[in-house]
Nanobody, 117 residues
Protein backbone atom coordinates (compact mmCIF):
# COMPACT_ATOMS: atom_id res chain seq x y z
CA UNK A 1 0.00 0.00 0.00
CA UNK A 2 1.55 3.26 -1.16
CA UNK A 3 1.53 5.91 1.53
CA UNK A 4 2.82 9.42 2.16
CA UNK A 5 2.55 10.87 5.66
CA UNK A 6 3.31 14.54 6.26
CA UNK A 7 4.25 16.09 9.57
CA UNK A 8 5.64 19.33 10.94
CA UNK A 9 2.93 21.83 10.18
CA UNK A 10 1.68 24.34 12.71
CA UNK A 11 1.28 27.98 13.66
CA UNK A 12 4.23 30.32 13.27
CA UNK A 13 4.74 34.08 13.35
CA UNK A 14 5.86 35.99 10.26
CA UNK A 15 9.60 35.66 9.82
CA UNK A 16 9.65 32.32 11.60
CA UNK A 17 10.61 28.87 10.38
CA UNK A 18 9.05 25.45 10.06
CA UNK A 19 10.31 22.14 8.75
CA UNK A 20 7.88 19.79 7.03
CA UNK A 21 8.64 16.11 6.62
CA UNK A 22 7.06 13.42 4.48
CA UNK A 23 7.59 9.72 5.12
CA UNK A 24 7.01 7.42 2.16
CA UNK A 25 6.28 3.72 2.05
CA UNK A 26 4.98 1.07 -0.32
CA UNK A 27 6.87 2.14 -3.45
CA UNK A 28 10.44 2.58 -4.68
CA UNK A 29 11.02 6.05 -3.26
CA UNK A 30 14.40 6.60 -4.92
CA UNK A 31 12.85 6.43 -8.40
CA UNK A 32 10.28 9.14 -7.84
CA UNK A 33 10.24 12.90 -8.20
CA UNK A 34 9.17 14.23 -4.82
CA UNK A 35 7.30 17.50 -4.54
CA UNK A 36 5.59 19.78 -2.08
CA UNK A 37 2.39 21.48 -3.15
CA UNK A 38 0.21 23.88 -1.22
CA UNK A 39 -3.36 25.03 -1.37
CA UNK A 40 -4.58 28.19 0.28
CA UNK A 41 -8.29 28.81 0.95
CA UNK A 42 -10.09 29.69 -2.27
CA UNK A 43 -7.04 29.05 -4.43
CA UNK A 44 -5.81 26.27 -6.68
CA UNK A 45 -3.20 23.82 -5.50
CA UNK A 46 0.23 25.05 -6.57
CA UNK A 47 3.63 23.42 -6.89
CA UNK A 48 6.06 24.79 -4.29
CA UNK A 49 9.21 22.71 -4.75
CA UNK A 50 10.37 19.54 -6.48
CA UNK A 51 13.40 17.30 -6.08
CA UNK A 52 14.34 14.62 -8.58
CA UNK A 53 15.83 11.20 -7.79
CA UNK A 54 19.30 12.70 -8.36
CA UNK A 55 18.51 15.67 -6.09
CA UNK A 56 18.02 18.34 -8.71
CA UNK A 57 15.66 20.94 -7.30
CA UNK A 58 13.31 23.64 -8.49
CA UNK A 59 11.10 26.12 -6.68
CA UNK A 60 8.23 28.41 -7.43
CA UNK A 61 9.46 32.00 -7.59
CA UNK A 62 7.67 33.13 -4.44
CA UNK A 63 9.68 30.77 -2.21
CA UNK A 64 13.11 30.89 -3.84
CA UNK A 65 15.78 31.77 -1.30
CA UNK A 66 13.44 30.99 1.62
CA UNK A 67 12.49 27.31 1.23
CA UNK A 68 14.77 24.32 0.76
CA UNK A 69 13.64 20.86 -0.33
CA UNK A 70 15.77 17.82 0.45
CA UNK A 71 15.44 14.05 0.38
CA UNK A 72 16.95 11.04 2.08
CA UNK A 73 16.65 8.00 -0.16
CA UNK A 74 17.91 5.75 2.63
CA UNK A 75 15.11 6.81 4.98
CA UNK A 76 12.44 7.35 2.28
CA UNK A 77 11.79 10.87 3.45
CA UNK A 78 11.51 14.29 1.86
CA UNK A 79 11.63 17.54 3.80
CA UNK A 80 10.83 21.16 3.23
CA UNK A 81 12.69 23.71 5.33
CA UNK A 82 10.72 26.94 5.33
CA UNK A 83 12.39 30.12 6.56
CA UNK A 84 11.32 33.76 6.62
CA UNK A 85 7.69 32.70 6.48
CA UNK A 86 5.12 35.19 5.28
CA UNK A 87 1.36 35.52 5.77
CA UNK A 88 0.87 34.38 2.17
CA UNK A 89 2.60 31.06 2.89
CA UNK A 90 -0.45 30.01 4.90
CA UNK A 91 -1.89 26.90 3.25
CA UNK A 92 -2.32 23.18 3.50
CA UNK A 93 0.94 21.63 2.30
CA UNK A 94 0.85 18.31 0.46
CA UNK A 95 3.60 15.83 -0.32
CA UNK A 96 3.52 14.24 -3.78
CA UNK A 97 5.44 11.39 -5.38
CA UNK A 98 5.43 11.12 -9.16
CA UNK A 99 6.98 8.73 -11.63
CA UNK A 100 6.54 9.86 -15.20
CA UNK A 101 7.98 6.60 -16.44
CA UNK A 102 5.28 4.51 -14.80
CA UNK A 103 2.62 7.20 -14.83
CA UNK A 104 1.94 6.86 -11.11
CA UNK A 105 1.42 9.60 -8.55
CA UNK A 106 0.67 9.51 -4.84
CA UNK A 107 -0.48 12.19 -2.41
CA UNK A 108 -0.26 12.67 1.30
CA UNK A 109 -3.16 13.86 3.42
CA UNK A 110 -1.75 17.35 3.90
CA UNK A 111 -0.49 19.37 6.84
CA UNK A 112 -1.67 22.86 7.78
CA UNK A 113 0.80 25.72 7.93
CA UNK A 114 -0.54 28.97 9.37
CA UNK A 115 1.53 32.14 9.46
CA UNK A 116 -0.06 34.62 11.80
CA UNK A 117 0.89 37.23 14.37
Amino acid sequence: QEQLVESGGGLVQPGGSLRLSCAASGFTFSRYDMSWYRQAPGKHRELVAVITPVASTDYTDSVKGRFTISRDNGKNTVSLQMNSLKFEDTAVYYCNAASYGSGTSYWGQGTQVTVSS
